[in-house]
Protein backbone atom coordinates (compact mmCIF):
# COMPACT_ATOMS: atom_id res chain seq x y z
CA UNK A 1 0.00 0.00 0.00
CA UNK A 2 1.63 3.54 -0.99
CA UNK A 3 2.23 5.84 2.13
CA UNK A 4 0.02 8.03 0.08
CA UNK A 5 -3.70 5.89 0.07
CA UNK A 6 -5.98 7.01 2.57
CA UNK A 7 -5.87 3.91 4.37
CA UNK A 8 -1.97 3.79 4.79
CA UNK A 9 -2.24 5.19 8.31
CA UNK A 10 -5.01 3.01 9.81
CA UNK A 11 -3.69 0.01 8.54
CA UNK A 12 0.10 0.25 9.50
CA UNK A 13 -1.28 1.72 13.45
CA UNK A 14 -3.83 -0.90 13.27
CA UNK A 15 -1.43 -3.26 12.41
CA UNK A 16 1.04 -2.37 15.20
CA UNK A 17 -1.36 -2.02 18.04
CA UNK A 18 -2.78 -5.20 17.41
CA UNK A 19 1.11 -6.67 18.29
CA UNK A 20 1.75 -7.48 14.23
CA UNK A 21 4.82 -6.34 12.90
CA UNK A 22 5.36 -4.31 9.46
CA UNK A 23 7.46 -5.19 6.26
CA UNK A 24 10.95 -3.91 5.34
CA UNK A 25 8.98 -1.85 2.45
CA UNK A 26 6.04 -0.92 5.09
CA UNK A 27 8.26 0.78 7.31
CA UNK A 28 10.43 2.43 4.07
CA UNK A 29 6.69 3.95 3.22
CA UNK A 30 5.83 4.99 6.72
CA UNK A 31 8.82 6.36 7.20
CA UNK A 32 8.88 8.34 3.77
CA UNK A 33 5.34 10.03 4.74
CA UNK A 34 6.89 10.85 7.51
CA UNK A 35 9.73 12.61 6.27
CA UNK A 36 8.34 13.86 3.26
CA UNK A 37 5.59 15.63 5.64
CA UNK A 38 2.60 13.55 4.49
CA UNK A 39 1.99 12.28 8.11
CA UNK A 40 0.30 14.47 10.73
CA UNK A 41 1.23 15.19 14.07
CA UNK A 42 -0.99 12.26 15.58
CA UNK A 43 0.31 10.07 13.01
CA UNK A 44 3.58 10.50 13.70
CA UNK A 45 3.01 10.43 17.54
CA UNK A 46 0.62 7.37 17.04
CA UNK A 47 3.16 5.55 15.31
CA UNK A 48 6.23 6.59 17.23
CA UNK A 49 4.03 4.94 20.51
CA UNK A 50 3.13 1.98 18.91
CA UNK A 51 6.12 1.16 17.59
CA UNK A 52 8.04 1.40 20.92
CA UNK A 53 5.19 -0.24 23.22
CA UNK A 54 5.40 -3.66 21.04
CA UNK A 55 9.05 -3.16 20.03
CA UNK A 56 10.92 -3.00 16.60
CA UNK A 57 11.85 -5.65 14.59
CA UNK A 58 15.16 -6.02 12.08
CA UNK A 59 12.98 -5.19 9.03
CA UNK A 60 11.10 -2.28 10.98
CA UNK A 61 14.73 -0.71 11.87
CA UNK A 62 15.89 -1.57 8.35
CA UNK A 63 12.94 0.05 6.38
CA UNK A 64 13.36 3.03 8.67
CA UNK A 65 17.02 3.44 8.21
CA UNK A 66 16.70 2.92 4.00
CA UNK A 67 14.21 5.43 3.77
CA UNK A 68 16.37 7.90 5.91
CA UNK A 69 19.87 7.07 4.02
CA UNK A 70 17.61 7.69 0.68
CA UNK A 71 16.59 11.17 1.79
CA UNK A 72 19.89 12.14 2.98
CA UNK A 73 22.51 14.49 1.63
CA UNK A 74 25.19 12.29 0.18
CA UNK A 75 28.50 12.19 0.39
CA UNK A 76 31.13 10.86 -1.33
CA UNK A 77 33.94 9.11 0.15
CA UNK A 78 37.50 8.68 -0.81
CA UNK A 79 37.72 4.61 0.01
CA UNK A 80 36.12 2.51 2.37
CA UNK A 81 35.78 5.00 6.16
CA UNK A 82 34.89 3.91 9.16
CA UNK A 83 32.88 5.42 12.02
CA UNK A 84 32.39 5.53 15.33
CA UNK A 85 28.63 5.90 17.21
CA UNK A 86 26.67 5.51 19.93
CA UNK A 87 22.90 5.58 20.43
CA UNK A 88 23.19 7.37 23.63
CA UNK A 89 20.82 6.89 26.51
CA UNK A 90 23.15 5.72 29.11
CA UNK A 91 22.90 8.61 31.57
CA UNK A 92 25.99 7.78 32.79
CA UNK A 93 27.70 11.36 32.22
CA UNK A 94 31.04 9.98 30.75
CA UNK A 95 32.91 12.27 28.52
CA UNK A 96 33.00 11.65 24.55
CA UNK A 97 34.88 8.31 24.42
CA UNK A 98 33.63 7.64 21.04
CA UNK A 99 34.65 10.54 19.74
CA UNK A 100 37.94 10.56 21.40
CA UNK A 101 38.72 6.86 20.17
CA UNK A 102 37.92 8.44 16.05
CA UNK A 103 39.92 10.79 16.57
CA UNK A 104 42.89 8.28 17.57
CA UNK A 105 41.85 5.39 14.89
CA UNK A 106 42.32 8.76 12.20
CA UNK A 107 45.71 9.01 13.81
CA UNK A 108 46.55 5.83 13.56
CA UNK A 109 46.10 5.26 9.75
CA UNK A 110 41.77 4.89 9.70
CA UNK A 111 39.63 7.35 7.33
CA UNK A 112 37.06 8.05 9.87
CA UNK A 113 33.43 9.92 8.61
CA UNK A 114 31.86 10.18 12.33
CA UNK A 115 28.19 10.68 12.03
CA UNK A 116 26.34 12.77 15.27
CA UNK A 117 24.55 15.32 16.48
CA UNK A 118 23.86 17.45 20.07
CA UNK A 119 23.41 16.00 23.26
CA UNK A 120 19.91 14.60 24.32
CA UNK A 121 20.58 12.51 27.47
CA UNK A 122 23.39 13.76 28.21
CA UNK A 123 25.57 17.10 29.42
CA UNK A 124 27.79 17.24 26.09
CA UNK A 125 27.10 15.18 22.97
CA UNK A 126 30.03 14.67 19.46
CA UNK A 127 28.91 17.81 18.09
CA UNK A 128 29.34 20.02 21.58
CA UNK A 129 32.77 18.63 21.93
CA UNK A 130 33.92 19.21 18.31
CA UNK A 131 32.43 22.10 18.50
CA UNK A 132 34.11 23.12 21.65
CA UNK A 133 37.32 21.76 20.15
CA UNK A 134 37.14 24.43 17.34
CA UNK A 135 36.10 22.11 14.40
CA UNK A 136 33.20 23.41 12.61
CA UNK A 137 30.08 21.00 12.72
CA UNK A 138 27.48 22.98 10.40
CA UNK A 139 29.24 21.88 7.24
CA UNK A 140 27.80 20.58 4.28
CA UNK A 141 28.63 17.04 1.43
CA UNK A 142 31.92 19.54 -0.06
CA UNK A 143 33.22 20.68 3.48
CA UNK A 144 33.02 17.05 5.11
CA UNK A 145 34.59 15.52 1.81
CA UNK A 146 37.64 18.12 2.02
CA UNK A 147 38.30 17.26 5.86
CA UNK A 148 38.31 13.95 4.62
CA UNK A 149 41.21 14.33 1.65
CA UNK A 150 42.93 16.84 3.88
CA UNK A 151 42.53 15.53 7.57
CA UNK A 152 41.14 12.15 7.15
CA UNK A 153 38.40 12.50 9.77
CA UNK A 154 35.26 14.78 8.95
CA UNK A 155 31.99 14.64 11.16
CA UNK A 156 27.94 15.19 9.87
CA UNK A 157 25.95 17.16 11.66
CA UNK A 158 22.95 14.97 11.39
CA UNK A 159 20.54 18.09 11.08
CA UNK A 160 22.32 19.42 8.36
CA UNK A 161 22.42 15.89 6.55
CA UNK A 162 18.64 14.56 7.75
CA UNK A 163 16.94 18.34 6.91
CA UNK A 164 13.54 15.87 6.78
CA UNK A 165 13.96 14.48 9.77
CA UNK A 166 12.52 17.76 11.38
CA UNK A 167 9.13 16.79 10.36
CA UNK A 168 9.42 14.47 13.37
CA UNK A 169 10.98 17.22 15.74
CA UNK A 170 8.11 18.70 17.19
CA UNK A 171 6.55 15.58 18.14
CA UNK A 172 9.70 13.74 19.38
CA UNK A 173 10.41 16.72 21.85
CA UNK A 174 6.80 16.88 23.09
CA UNK A 175 6.85 12.78 23.64
CA UNK A 176 10.05 12.94 25.98
CA UNK A 177 10.30 9.72 25.82
CA UNK A 178 12.48 7.58 23.79
CA UNK A 179 11.67 6.44 20.20
CA UNK A 180 13.22 4.42 17.34
CA UNK A 181 14.51 7.89 16.49
CA UNK A 182 17.33 7.24 19.00
CA UNK A 183 18.27 4.16 17.49
CA UNK A 184 18.83 5.63 13.80
CA UNK A 185 21.67 7.30 14.24
CA UNK A 186 24.48 4.99 13.71
CA UNK A 187 22.46 3.27 10.94
CA UNK A 188 22.17 6.60 8.83
CA UNK A 189 24.98 7.71 8.18
CA UNK A 190 25.47 9.61 5.13
CA UNK A 191 28.95 8.02 4.04
CA UNK A 192 27.72 4.61 4.42
CA UNK A 193 30.78 3.58 6.38
CA UNK A 194 32.45 0.09 5.40
CA UNK A 195 33.31 -0.32 9.26
CA UNK A 196 31.29 0.76 12.51
CA UNK A 197 31.79 0.39 16.13
CA UNK A 198 27.92 1.08 17.24
CA UNK A 199 27.11 1.27 21.05
CA UNK A 200 23.82 0.88 22.43
CA UNK A 201 22.75 1.21 25.59
CA UNK A 202 19.69 -1.04 25.58
CA UNK A 203 20.36 -4.36 25.54
CA UNK A 204 17.20 -5.27 23.95
CA UNK A 205 17.71 -3.43 20.59
CA UNK A 206 21.77 -4.77 20.76
CA UNK A 207 21.43 -7.69 18.80
CA UNK A 208 18.27 -5.64 16.19
CA UNK A 209 21.17 -2.79 14.96
CA UNK A 210 23.84 -6.01 14.87
CA UNK A 211 21.68 -7.89 12.58
CA UNK A 212 20.92 -4.49 10.34
CA UNK A 213 24.40 -3.97 9.50
CA UNK A 214 25.03 -7.72 8.33
CA UNK A 215 22.06 -7.09 6.20
CA UNK A 216 24.42 -4.43 4.75
CA UNK A 217 27.69 -6.40 4.38
CA UNK A 218 29.35 -3.93 6.84
CA UNK A 219 32.24 -5.23 9.21
CA UNK A 220 31.15 -3.98 12.58
CA UNK A 221 30.65 -4.55 16.11
CA UNK A 222 28.00 -3.55 17.97
CA UNK A 223 28.83 -3.30 21.74
CA UNK A 224 27.08 -2.32 25.12
CA UNK A 225 29.17 -2.72 28.80
CA UNK A 226 27.82 -4.28 31.03
CA UNK A 227 27.48 -1.73 33.49
CA UNK A 228 25.01 -0.59 30.36
CA UNK A 229 27.47 2.02 28.53
CA UNK A 230 26.95 2.57 25.13
CA UNK A 231 31.22 2.46 24.57
CA UNK A 232 33.26 -0.31 25.19
CA UNK A 233 34.26 0.22 28.93
CA UNK A 234 37.02 -0.41 31.09
CA UNK A 235 34.74 -0.64 34.40
CA UNK A 236 34.23 -4.56 33.42
CA UNK A 237 33.40 -6.20 30.23
CA UNK A 238 31.38 -5.89 27.46
CA UNK A 239 29.09 -7.41 25.24
CA UNK A 240 30.43 -8.03 21.41
CA UNK A 241 28.57 -8.65 18.86
CA UNK A 242 30.80 -9.44 15.73
CA UNK A 243 29.17 -8.50 12.35
CA UNK A 244 31.30 -10.06 9.80
CA UNK A 245 30.17 -11.35 6.16
CA UNK A 246 26.66 -11.34 7.28
CA UNK A 247 26.83 -13.16 9.99
CA UNK A 248 26.70 -11.83 14.11
CA UNK A 249 28.71 -13.73 16.60
CA UNK A 250 28.36 -12.90 20.04
CA UNK A 251 31.16 -12.94 22.77
CA UNK A 252 32.69 -10.23 25.43
CA UNK A 253 35.81 -8.26 25.82
CA UNK A 254 37.58 -7.67 28.60
CA UNK A 255 39.95 -4.88 29.35
CA UNK A 256 42.03 -7.38 32.18
CA UNK A 257 42.54 -9.39 29.18
CA UNK A 258 44.70 -6.88 27.41
CA UNK A 259 46.49 -5.70 30.53
CA UNK A 260 44.22 -2.63 31.37
CA UNK A 261 43.78 -1.48 34.53
CA UNK A 262 39.62 -1.83 35.83
CA UNK A 263 38.04 1.80 36.23
CA UNK A 264 34.95 3.04 38.11
CA UNK A 265 32.33 4.80 36.56
CA UNK A 266 33.20 7.76 38.50
CA UNK A 267 36.63 7.64 36.83
CA UNK A 268 34.71 8.11 33.48
CA UNK A 269 32.72 10.95 34.31
CA UNK A 270 32.78 14.02 32.24
CA UNK A 271 31.01 17.07 32.12
CA UNK A 272 29.87 19.72 29.60
CA UNK A 273 31.19 20.78 26.89
CA UNK A 274 34.18 22.94 28.05
CA UNK A 275 35.16 20.20 30.65
CA UNK A 276 34.65 17.52 28.50
CA UNK A 277 37.29 19.64 25.92
CA UNK A 278 39.20 19.89 28.78
CA UNK A 279 39.68 16.27 28.67
CA UNK A 280 39.52 15.63 25.60
CA UNK A 281 42.85 17.89 24.93
CA UNK A 282 44.71 16.39 28.13
CA UNK A 283 44.15 12.85 26.76
CA UNK A 284 45.02 13.29 22.95
CA UNK A 285 48.04 15.56 24.88
CA UNK A 286 48.97 11.91 26.57
CA UNK A 287 47.99 12.45 29.52
CA UNK A 288 47.76 8.88 31.39
CA UNK A 289 44.92 6.87 33.96
CA UNK A 290 42.19 5.50 33.23
CA UNK A 291 40.33 7.79 30.76
CA UNK A 292 43.69 7.21 28.34
CA UNK A 293 42.66 3.42 28.92
CA UNK A 294 39.57 3.45 27.61
CA UNK A 295 40.10 5.97 24.54
CA UNK A 296 42.81 3.51 23.66
CA UNK A 297 40.48 0.74 24.47
CA UNK A 298 37.44 2.04 21.92
CA UNK A 299 40.33 3.37 19.36
CA UNK A 300 41.63 -0.14 18.98
CA UNK A 301 38.77 -1.98 18.74
CA UNK A 302 37.62 0.46 16.11
CA UNK A 303 40.85 -0.38 14.38
CA UNK A 304 40.56 -3.75 14.35
CA UNK A 305 37.22 -3.51 12.29
CA UNK A 306 38.75 -0.74 10.07
CA UNK A 307 41.82 -3.44 9.02
CA UNK A 308 43.90 -1.40 10.25
CA UNK A 309 45.27 -4.02 13.23
CA UNK A 310 44.89 -7.31 12.88
CA UNK A 311 43.20 -7.70 16.61
CA UNK A 312 41.91 -5.30 19.39
CA UNK A 313 45.59 -5.99 21.52
CA UNK A 314 47.31 -4.99 18.50
CA UNK A 315 44.83 -1.95 17.84
CA UNK A 316 45.56 -0.84 21.28
CA UNK A 317 49.35 -0.73 20.70
CA UNK A 318 48.99 1.63 17.16
CA UNK A 319 46.14 3.81 19.37
CA UNK A 320 49.20 4.70 22.29
CA UNK A 321 51.64 4.92 19.81
CA UNK A 322 49.18 7.69 17.72
CA UNK A 323 48.71 9.65 20.88
CA UNK A 324 52.38 9.30 22.17
CA UNK A 325 54.21 10.59 18.90
CA UNK A 326 51.71 13.86 18.79
CA UNK A 327 49.93 12.10 16.13
CA UNK A 328 46.70 12.50 18.03
CA UNK A 329 46.82 16.18 18.78
CA UNK A 330 48.30 17.43 15.43
CA UNK A 331 45.05 15.30 13.61
CA UNK A 332 42.52 17.20 15.94
CA UNK A 333 44.33 20.65 14.94
CA UNK A 334 44.66 19.55 11.49
CA UNK A 335 41.28 18.65 11.34
CA UNK A 336 39.69 22.46 13.09
CA UNK A 337 42.07 24.05 10.60
CA UNK A 338 40.61 22.46 7.66
CA UNK A 339 37.08 22.45 8.91
CA UNK A 340 37.30 26.17 9.45
CA UNK A 341 38.94 26.84 6.23
CA UNK A 342 35.92 24.71 4.35
CA UNK A 343 33.38 26.67 6.15
CA UNK A 344 34.79 29.73 4.49
Do not use: Y
Not at 91 to 120: D, E, M, P, Q, Y
Not at 288 to 317: F, H, I, Q
Request: hydrophobic share 45%; charged share 25%.
Amino acid sequence: MDERDPGFWPHVLGLLTDGGSLSVEEAAAAMRAIMEGLATPAQIGGFLVALRAKGPTVDELEGLARTALELARPVRVPGPVLDTCGTGGDRAGTFNISTLGAIVAAAAGATVAKHGNRAASSHCGSADLLEALGVRIDLGPEGVERCLAEAGIAFMFAPVFHPAAAHAAPVRRELRIPTVFNFLGPLTNPARPAAQVVGVSDARMLRLVAEVLARRGVRAKVVRGEDGLDEVTTTGPTVVLDVRDGAVVEGTLDPADLGLARATREDLRGGDAAENARIARAVLGGAGGPRRDVVLLNAGVALEVAGRAADVEEGVELAARAIDRGRAAEVLERWAEVSRSAAG
